[in-house]
């Protein structure tokens, strides 16, 4: 029984063939990016990852995902990075939060994402600057956990600048931003590695135990 439930959680999470659908992999903690703003209307941005301290991208060769997700084929690459609120951010109506691309590593890409399991949802749309896309990117409030790319092993950075705008994007006067620089590291991933195959070796551990 507990054999079972271990591969079953294991596939729920990090399988890519489910119901004939085939969607990217998910692994690694959750690298939260938090964004707070306190009454003096300044906003704050932290993450935990840094330049000595990098989030890993992963190739899966071989896979290939269904419908937009197909933009990940091939490629090195992690949804570990998410937006989150860090507390209450009062904005009145008319007020959005955006994350403006300010610079990155060429040959970083950014697609679209939302809660990480909701992989089957996500628009896996090209933005902040990917692909020609605009380089401001209308953050909703959710845990936002969009996916980054590349197609060449290597070290890539990512610096965005979190502001206070109009539906449009225009940013409003009375708010300060605030810059935050995401950290990845395309690797080489061990040979055969297969998130499912690793769900079977968890199995096998365990039964043998
Ligand atoms: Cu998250």
Redesign the pocket.
């Known amino acids: 029984m507990n054999t079972i439930m271990t591969t079953l959680t294991v596939a729920l999470v990090c399988g890519s063939a489910i119901g004939g659908m085939s969607w990217p992999n998910v692994w690694g903690a959750?690298?939260?990016i938090e964004i707070s703003m306190g009454a003096d209307n300044v906003i704050h941005t932290h993450v935990m990852t840094s330049a000595s301290n990098r989030v890993e991208m992963n190739r899966f060769v071989g896979e290939t995902y269904s419908g937009a997700a197909a933009v990940l084929d091939d490629s090195y690459y992690s949804s570990q990075y998410?937006w989150?609120a860090d507390g209450f951010i009062n904005l009145d109506a008319g007020e959005f939060v955006w994350v403006e691309h300010v610079s990155s590593t060429a040959g970083l890409n950014v697609y679209e994402g939302g809660?990480?399991m909701m992989r089957s949802m996500h628009t896996y749309d090209a933005i902040l600057g990917t692909d020609g896309s605009s380089d401001q990117w209308m953050w909703g409030g959710t845990?936002?956990?969009n996916w980054y790319s590349a197609d060449t092993l290597g070290e890539f950075d990512a610096t965005y600048r979190v502001y206070v705008g109009d539906a449009s994007g225009i940013e409003l006067a009375g708010f300060t931003s605030s810059d935050v620089t995401l950290n990845f590291n395309a690797v080489p991933s061990p040979a055969g590695l297969s998130l499912i195959g690793l769900g079977g070796l968890v199995a096998a551990r365990r039964r043998r135990a």
């Open positions: 959750m690298e939260h998410g989150v809660m990480r845990m936002v956990h």
